[in-house]
């Protein structure tokens, strides 16, 4: 895989998790659950415990293993600010 094509996925990853997150949010603030709620759940049904389960080739294509140590490295940076 290219640098090109891992910034590409990248910014398709942090796109899909962002959309995501709105639309799980929107469904959570009629419960009376904040955003961070939303994002978490978000986190669960992305990842390998619900997509990754559920449709593993679906996980697998748009989370390759190459684009996760960006990912992982933004999201600590995220974290931290």
């Known amino acids: 895989m ?3 094509q891992v910034s590409v996925l990248v910014f398709l990853q942090i796109a ?4 995501a997150c709105r639309l ?6 009629p419960l009376g659950q ?3 709620v939303a994002e978490m759940v ?3 049904l992305l990842g390998p415990s619900l997509l990754g389960l559920l449709l593993p080739e679906l996980q697998g294509r748009l989370f ?10 933004l999201a600590q940076i995220g974290l931290a600010l």
């Open 2 to 4: 290219t640098n090109f």
């Open 16 to 19: 899909v998790i962002l959309g």
């Open 24 to 29: 799980v949010g929107r469904l959570v603030r």
């Open 34 to 36: 904040p955003q961070v």
């Open 42 to 44: 978000t986190g669960v």
């Open 64 to 73: 390759p293993k190459p684009t996760l140590t960006v990912i992982y490295s």
